[in-house]
């Protein structure tokens, strides 16, 4: 019953509030006290019985009530750090105050002229009794003086952390602690496990969703490339006046890296009991993700014009990706990068008792996590690809992407899983690993396959390309750049893998592709160049290749034959397809998917997706690199583009994944309006002297000499000794060579993710679009006017 009292009590006091037409005196605290006071409120209770609506009404008819809510709230949590919340009442408070301001927050940012109010300092605040806020901080805006509080709060004994007093009567000063013995956690720089405490845990994710809240407020500006716009919340918070920044990114690494969400062993354990870690954990890492977005620059506050002047040059250093950039320990290494394989395989772990292991729901902010870390700790980079545990990384990577390409809500997904492996792939280490035999068996619905790590990744991009939705094509560049990238490592290629890239190859070299839209000749130059890089450098083992290419020969011909006199331009892109389907097309061989596999499917009618900006173009996501005799790398300036790629001289051109692109590959009728959308878009029209322009520098002379050699011996053979079986033949290429007869080996092309404003930009609206979608109980910004990316029902 009091329950129910203590809520009634709660919604009266909001009623009263937002019916106010006189301003409500800070100094009646027996009227702001029902806010808090209570000590049954759940954070579920607040935002069902603090309506939006009221909230809007609220600043718009009563802002001053609304500004003392804020001021007299964060007041509150001021006073708990302070005082260290000795009692239970105390304790109570402080979350009740958590609760509300979470609730508030982003009803400020979404109104432009409230923005600044936390930015300000409370006009006679002191007089309202105030005076723990004003007294000795100089007068701290009101952000501030929350952000330092909610840090305080997070290492404050025996609510977020377990207390080290030595006996009853001694106290622990709250001003005086040395927060780096509180970590939450052991893991990178600290060697103690605290005991567990589920009421701790829940106390911090109160704590950490309403940091998350203050940090919010870049959701409700226009997506922008000004790169020099800082986050002010994060900005602060993650700088030098922050005394707990370093136990605080520490303990939020080692909570998620420690995380095991498999528990004790025991199946069905997660049905029996709450995991008030996995609550904390999921907060903790978005918290890092959202931190570590920017690494100091102008900083801007809404409230104070004077600020650029103050930090013309830099803001203060982000400590956050300082911290980052600075872990160094081998130890500490393989403590992250074993805990996020821990995790990001855990949506694959199969067991013989369905449902019977916890899955986690976390894991693009798992993988934005490991992205920060690989682009700001190079040496974090290099030990992920030292040993084959870059491998534990990249499988649950490919799960998730073949498992997502029919999905478009989950387009974000796709793409920072091509990313991540487009920045792996411009590492020399990164191919040599791909060699390693795949002898797990994750259940994906692709074609059973003998061989490596590569073989895999090849038939999973296979996947996507052929039997992907629509709005991957911006990808399709991304994709094979990192096959070429690491296609000189590849020591043996499967059959399945071969006759997988030489389909690709059949179906984006056909006349009316090549002519449909003026970018699509650079898939057939990637292609090739992969080709020619696994015939000059890995020709030993690859003879299930050379064979394949052997039995396609006729897709080299009609390439280097390439007809481009203007009827025959025309013909191709009018002709009717005999065959709908060219690119998915299957052969009788790939009909068996893996055991336990599901195929992927698209979204469920009504899912919420947040749109993307688009991506950039491959030539500005990538810089080129050659390799060198000795192995290093030596980039190469923009202006010696290379032959092959800059053929065209069109792929600046933005590839847009915020339109949707129609797709090529589906019925004649959407090919017929893509080709008329996009001739409309840009005037553009295949000419023969476009196709001229590039088509003579396709980089066929090595193919050629390798079929003009190798064909008539096959041929021969064949016919001496009435061979049909393949076995036979892959035999005599296995020990054929081709020293001597092939041109001079080109040297490797390495082209390397460079970051740039537009995907700086591209990670900013994805990772806010996961974070408003993931935090659904309570839904702190549904139905809020957030303007950096929109909603979408599927």
């Keep these: 019953m009091g ?120 006009p006679g605040a002191g007089r309202a009794g105030g005076e723990e806020l004003d007294d000795d901080e100089g007068a701290r805006p009101l952000a501030e003086s929350l952000l330092l509080a909610i840090a305080d709060l997070l290492f404050c004994p025996d609510f977020t952390v377990h207390s080290h007093k030595r006996g009853p009567d001694s106290v622990e000063n709250m001003h005086s602690i040395d927060s780096c013995e509180y970590i939450w956690e052991a893991g990178v720089g600290f060697a103690q496990s605290p005991p567990l405490n589920y009421i701790h845990d829940l106390n911090r994710t109160e704590l950490l969703r309403l940091l998350l809240t203050c940090f919010s407020e870049v959701m409700y500006l226009p997506a922008s490339t000004d790169n020099h716009v800082l986050n002010p919340w994060v900005t602060f918070f993650c700088s030098t006046e922050n005394r707990h920044a370093l136990p605080l990114f520490t303990s939020l690494l080692n909570v998620v890296s420690a995380y095991d969400p498999v528990g004790y062993g025991i199946p069905y354990n997660h049905l029996l009991f709450s995991d008030y870690r996995e609550q904390l954990v999921e907060q903790a890492v978005q918290i890092l993700i959202v931190t570590l977005e920017h690494d100091g620059g102008p900083s801007h506050c809404p409230s104070s014009p004077s600020s650029m ?126 060699n390693k035999p795949y002898a797990l068996h994750v259940p994906m619905d692709i074609p059973v396959f003998t061989g490596t790590h590569a073989d895999l990744l090849i038939v999973v991009f296979h996947k996507i390309i052929t039997t992907g939705h629509q709005r991957l094509q911006p990808l399709f560049d991304c994709l094979l750049t990192i096959v070429v990238n690491v296609s000189p490592y590849l020591k043996s290629l499967s059959m399945v893998a071969a006759n997988k890239l030489l389909h690709l190859l059949e179906a984006f070299s056909t006349s009316w592709f090549l002519f449909s839209a003026v970018q699509n000749h650079h898939l057939a130059f990637f292609l090739l160049e992969a080709f020619n890089n696994i015939i000059q450098y890995q020709f030993d083992g690859n003879c299930n290749l050379v064979y394949a290419i052997i039995r396609k020969r006729n897709i080299f011909h009609q390439l280097a034959n390439l007809p481009s006199d203007p009827a025959t331009i025309q013909k191709a892109l009018q002709r009717k397809r005999k065959s709908p389907d060219v690119i998915s097309r299957t052969s009788s061989q790939e009909t068996v998917s893996m055991e336990g596999s599901r195929p992927a499917v698209p979204a469920e009618p009504g899912t919420l997706k947040a749109s993307l900006v688009a991506i950039p173009g491959i030539d500005k996501l990538t810089e080129k690199s050659q390799v060198s005799e000795d192995g290093t790398m030596v980039s190469i300036p923009k202006i010696q583009h290379s032959a092959q790629i800059a053929a065209g001289g069109t792929s600046d051109t933005e590839s847009n994944s915020g339109k949707d692109n129609e797709d090529v590959f589906y019925t004649e009728a959407e090919m017929e309006r893509s080709r008329l959308s996009s001739s409309s878009a840009s005037n553009w029209v295949p000419t023969p002297d476009w196709v001229l322009s590039w088509k003579c ?89 957030v303007r950096l990316f929109e909603i979408q029902k599927m």
Excluded at 311 to 328: A, D, K, M, Q
Excluded at 360 to 374: D, N, P, S, T, Y
Aim: aromatic share 12%; proline share 5%; net charge negative.
């Design 3 to 122: 329950n129910t009292d203590s809520k009634l009590s709660f919604r009266k006091a909001v009623i009263q509030l937002t019916t106010k037409t006189q301003p409500v005196e800070a100094t009646d605290d027996a009227f702001w006290d029902q806010f808090w006071a209570d000590s049954t409120t759940t954070v579920q209770d607040v935002f069902a019985l603090v309506p939006a609506a009221e909230i809007r009404a609220l600043r718009e008819e009563s802002p001053s009530n609304l500004a003392t809510l804020c001021y007299k709230a964060v007041e509150k949590l001021v006073q708990g750090a302070d005082s260290g919340c000795p009692s239970e009442r105390e304790k109570q408070v402080v979350l009740n105050s958590t609760r509300i301001l979470t609730r508030i927050l982003p009803y400020i940012f979404e109104d432009q002229d409230w923005r600044g109010f936390f930015w300000s300092t409370v």
């Design 309 to 434: 002047e103050e930090h013309e040059s830099t803001g203060p250093e982000n400590l956050f990706v300082n911290y980052l950039s600075r872990i160094h320990r081998e130890e500490d290494f393989d403590f992250v990068l074993k805990g996020l394989a821990r995790l990001l395989t855990n949506p694959l772990s199969q067991t013989y008792l369905p449902n019977s292991t916890k899955k986690i729901q976390f894991h693009q902010e798992l993988l934005v996590l490991f992205w920060k870390l690989c682009d700001f700790n190079k040496k974090f980079l290099f030990f992920v690809l030292k040993s084959s545990d870059v491998l534990d990384i990249l499988v649950p990577i490919l799960f998730y992407l073949n498992d997502a390409r029919a999905d478009q809500s989950r387009v974000g997904l796709m793409h920072i899983g091509v990313f991540i492996l487009l920045l792996l792939s411009g590492e020399r280490n990164f191919g040599v690993r791909l």
């Design 697 to 785: 520098k396709l980089p066929l002379q090595t193919i050629m000499r390798l079929l003009q050699v190798l064909v008539p011996q096959v041929e021969k053979i064949c016919i001496d000794k009435g061979l049909t079986d393949e076995s036979e033949i892959l035999k005599f290429l296995q020990h054929g060579t081709l020293v001597g007869l092939l041109p001079v080996p080109h040297p490797i092309l390495i082209r390397k993710y460079q970051a740039n404003a537009g995907t700086a930009m591209w990670f900013r609206t994805y990772m806010w679009g996961v974070v408003y979608l993931r935090n659904v109980d309570p839904p702190i910004w549904y139905d809020t006017d």
